[in-house]
């Protein structure tokens, strides 16, 4: 019993020694654990966010910068005699002359490897601001997609304008109408074979069932085949057929329609079809070393506005100036042409197809300058712009042709009144989608109303551009080797002053 006692009273003392020792080091121990908490910074779902919120601004600057180049464009992809936009001159002053080029044309200039730029559109209505001269911004609208084309108002100061018309004058303009004399006309409806009204019914009808659709009539005018049936005599048919309430022909009613396209004079209604293509005045002004600087100072700018590589602009036609007095017009057409095996571009004959049977212009834009304001008439129409389709076929509706611009010129989808200053820029060619020329924009079709009061002045640039690229650099490198060869030559007998193609 004394012993137990014993050994309660040492486990009580030794309690009450450990106690005091126990407590400082438990206490604080107790309390950290009780007063840490745990920092959001280093918990998973800040870290998810913070790293979203970081995806998500570095997308949004590489957005932006894709933004910035498409619309800026890369510039001049080729070193060139380019130069810098001249300033415009306000009225009354004396225009500035553009920095002086040089006449020694390096043969890197020609012979090295390029693409072309293509100016974005984004939408109809869109807006883009441009640098085209120094302290100066225009603006570039887009008014149509199908083709892409631009408008520039201001492009051109009023004393820019005067200057240019002037120059016009003074080299002297020669008639551009595209008539036919009495006798050519009555031989261009003639078929050059001589066939039966049965066997023109017989070849038109290609799945020979009796009966002459219009998608029948319009094959045949692809082929583009004037040997058996002239161009008139396919036009006055296809009237003939757009009157008919079925919407095809019979061999009785071929007959008739047949007989009227082979004598148009005694037609009923007695409206022919305008043996005018176009009637205007024009000429051709030089615009390489030694021409007046305002037409340098032009070029320039049109290489800026198109960010095309200098080369290219340099080596391209001179600027054809036009005048449209009262009246004169210009039916819808193609500035460009389609490319085949049978055809090679005019520009680069130099080192052309020698086998081709044809030469054709190539021209990838046109840069439209208006020079003088219209006080009624003269537009600018585009009749199939921005259509959903194109069908060749739609040109010719209730026996009107769209592309007769006398008659129809108010049924155009698009026309643009003539302003001083103002350019309109557009493509006469689709992309290949691999940085070059690709297919004619059908789309791209365009003529002149006619002018009803006040006289038309505008000049045409034109940027040509073989579709096939190796062709293209073939050209580069003879014109290159030739001026090389010829170091003392004058440049303007090395640029298409001499190979350009009238309308």
């Known amino acids: 019993m004394e012993a137990a ?6 486990q009580n003392e030794f309690d009450d020694n450990d106690e005091p020792s126990s407590l400082p080091y438990n206490s604080p121990f107790r309390s950290t654990r009780l007063h840490i908490q745990r920092s959001n910074v280093c918990s998973r779902a800040y870290f998810v966010v913070v790293m979203v919120f970081f995806h998500v601004y570095i997308l949004n600057v590489i957005a932006l910068l894709l933004y910035v180049h498409y619309n800026n464009g890369p510039g001049d992809l080729v070193s060139g005699d380019g130069g810098s936009s001249a300033a415009d001159s306000d009225n009354g002053k004396r225009l500035p002359h553009p920095a002086p ?17 293509r100016i974005e559109g984004i939408r109809v209505g869109h807006v883009q601001r441009v640098s085209l001269v120094p302290d100066k911004t225009h603006e570039m609208k887009t008014l149509s997609l199908k083709p892409l084309l631009f408008e520039i108002p201001g492009f051109l100061s009023e004393e820019e304008c005067r200057v240019v018309v002037q120059l016009a004058q003074l080299k002297g303009l020669m008639d551009s109408q595209a008539t036919a004399s009495s006798q050519e006309q009555e031989e261009s409806n003639q078929p050059l074979l001589s066939l039966s009204t049965e066997e023109v019914f017989s070849l038109l009808d290609l799945n020979q069932d009796g009966l002459l659709q219009k998608q029948e009539i319009v094959s045949h005018s692809h082929s583009q085949d004037g040997t058996w049936l002239s161009p008139d005599n396919l036009r006055q048919i296809l009237t003939g057929l757009e009157s008919c309430p079925t919407g095809m022909l019979t061999l009785g009613d071929f007959r008739h329609v047949y007989d009227v396209s082979q004598h148009p004079g005694q037609e009923k209604s007695g409206k022919l079809h305008s043996q005018f293509k176009q ?17 340098r100072t032009l070029r320039n700018r049109v290489t800026s506005l198109t960010r095309l590589p200098s080369a290219l602009v340099e080596l391209s036609e001179p600027l054809q100036v036009i005048r449209y007095e009262h009246g004169d017009f210009s039916n819808s ?3 460009s042409s389609p490319s085949n095996s049978e055809t090679t571009c005019a520009h680069t004959r130099l080192a052309g197809n020698t086998s081709a049977l044809t030469e054709v212009p190539c021209r990838y834009l046109t840069v439209l300058f208006y020079l003088t304001s219209v006080e009624e008439g003269g ?18 509706q209730d026996g009107v042709d769209l592309t007769d611009t006398q008659e129809t010129c108010s049924r155009g989808n698009l026309r643009i009144k003539p302003t001083a200053g103002t350019v309109i820029m557009w493509y006469n060619h689709l992309s290949d989608g691999r940085g070059w020329m690709g297919e004619l924009d059908e789309y791209s079709l365009h003529g002149d109303c006619p002018v009803r009061r006040g006289v038309k002045w505008v000049a045409n640039s034109w940027i040509n551009v073989d579709p096939d690229y190796q062709q293209q650099a073939r050209y580069q490198r003879v014109v290159a080797q030739r001026h090389q060869a010829k170091s003392g030559m004058d440049y303007q007998s090395l640029s298409h002053s001499d190979l350009h193609q009238d309308l």
């Open 5 to 10: 006692q014993e050994y309660l009273k040492e």
């Open 101 to 117: 080029s040089s006449r020694e044309l390096h043969v890197e200039d020609y012979s090295q490897s390029f693409s072309l730029p």
């Open 279 to 295: 009637r205007s005045k024009h000429t051709w002004l030089f615009q390489g070393p030694g021409s007046h600087h305002v037409l």
């Open 333 to 335: 057409h193609y500035d």
């Open 379 to 396: 537009e600018s129409t585009f009749p199939v712009a921005d259509n959903r389709t194109y069908e060749e076929q739609a040109l010719v």
